[in-house]
């Protein structure tokens, strides 16, 4: 019977739950029953799960990330030239962070114009314009609102995070939660608990820097853990990345007494799936030492690794936002026939009319400038 390596309760039917391995808000798939306890597992997840998941976000809200439940958080965002405040939904679909009313006099008549997210946002706002101005016909009013998506050239601008002693501890469970899974003994973890736990201690988790340890397909994005025991010079370390950007290095035992023991997952983020990778990491124990004492974080390699991803991402938002013109498109032709009725030349051009309503924008907005 498994133990919870936490607090050493026995796992079984009455308080067995998943371990995600790595954490569920950022697309991760690999898990495990034998871990942990829920209890210790709700734990975790209310403190230093969600404050790494926190951090993640912006990264995961702009890749769309597909995940076994609940989608991405909305993130607040600036427009750098108004001040605005928008919204940025899964996938990084810009929305009014609130509703517009702009009130104007023009020959002698009160004009309002109300831009809101839906027809029942803009329904509430003429209940409550409807008191200052008892003669608004609202149902008329809204029979001349006119629904309307269009392609922004707004430029954005928000914050992305990543460390402090919460996001750190999480980090530590990952690689802890990996060894364990692969066969490692919990003994040679055991003195991090409290500090997985409570935070006790510490001092075992801080930014790689150095050469790239995972090598990548053009265009993929990627989560991995790696593990790795020399026994010659005693130590136990764990190598984590997400996001092909924010990568760390975990010094899980400096006293480790055991056999030479590597193992790696690598997990594609965009097909959510594990793939193979050929992986590089070669520290011996003084390197990993000396990279866990770094003072200064490396926000130099941050800034350039971020700078390589963003293509990336929206490489994505591209192809999600074809998918889903394609999908309308389609939707709103040959859907609304029944399914296995022979395709007669007049769907085909239905279909072409609205593939072609739904890409035009698209293309005037990408290409109209060039």
């Not at 839906?118 to 509430?124: G, T």
């Not at 936002?321 to 939707?331: C, F, K, T």
């Amino acid at each position: 019977m498994a133990k919870c390596y936490v607090c050493n309760k026995d796992i079984d039917s009455t308080n067995i739950t998943n371990e995600h391995i790595l954490l569920n808000s950022i697309g991760g798939r690999l898990k495990s029953t034998q871990l942990i306890c829920v209890e210790c597992n709700s734990e975790f997840g209310a403190d230093v799960d969600a404050e790494l998941s926190k951090q993640l976000n912006p990264i995961s809200n702009l890749l769309n990330i597909e995940r076994d439940r609940g989608n991405p958080q909305s993130i607040n965002v600036q427009d750098k030239e108004s001040g605005e405040e928008w919204t940025l939904d899964p996938g990084g679909q810009p929305v009014m962070s609130k509703p517009s009313i702009l009130e104007k006099e023009e020959d002698g008549e009160k004009h309002i114009q109300v831009v809101a997210r839906s027809i029942k946002e803009a329904r509430h706002i003429m209940k409550g314009l409807k008191k200052k101005y008892p003669q608004l016909d609202i149902d008329k009013a809204l029979k001349k609102a006119c629904p309307k998506r269009e392609y922004l050239d707004n430029i954005f601008s928000f914050q992305f995070q990543i460390g402090g002693d919460k996001a750190f501890r999480s980090i530590c469970k990952t690689a802890v939660n990996f060894y364990i899974l692969n066969g490692g003994n919990p003994d040679n973890i055991r003195h991090l608990v409290p500090y997985i736990k409570n935070g006790q201690g510490g001092g075992c988790v801080w930014f790689y820097s150095g050469p790239d340890v995972v090598q990548k397909d053009d265009g993929q994005i990627i989560h991995a853990i790696i593990i790795k025991a020399i026994e010659q010079e005693n130590v136990l370390y764990s190598y984590v990345e997400f996001f092909n950007a924010y990568r760390f290095i975990i010094l899980l035992n400096p006293n480790y007494v055991g056999e030479d023991f590597e193992k790696a997952y690598i997990f594609d983020v965009v097909k959510r799936q594990e793939v193979k990778a050929i992986t590089l990491l070669n520290l011996n124990k003084m390197s990993v030492k000396h990279m866990i004492e770094g003072l200064e974080r490396p926000d130099k390699e941050l800034s350039k690794e971020l700078n390589k991803l963003i293509p990336l991402i929206i490489k994505k938002q591209e192809s999600d936002h074809i998918n889903g013109m394609l999908e309308r498109a389609i939707g709103n032709s040959l859907a609304k026939y029944p399914e296995g009725v022979l395709i007669t030349q007049e769907m085909v051009d239905e279909l072409i009319e609205a593939t072609m309503d739904e890409l035009t924008p698209w293309f005037v907005h990408k290409f109209g400038k060039e």
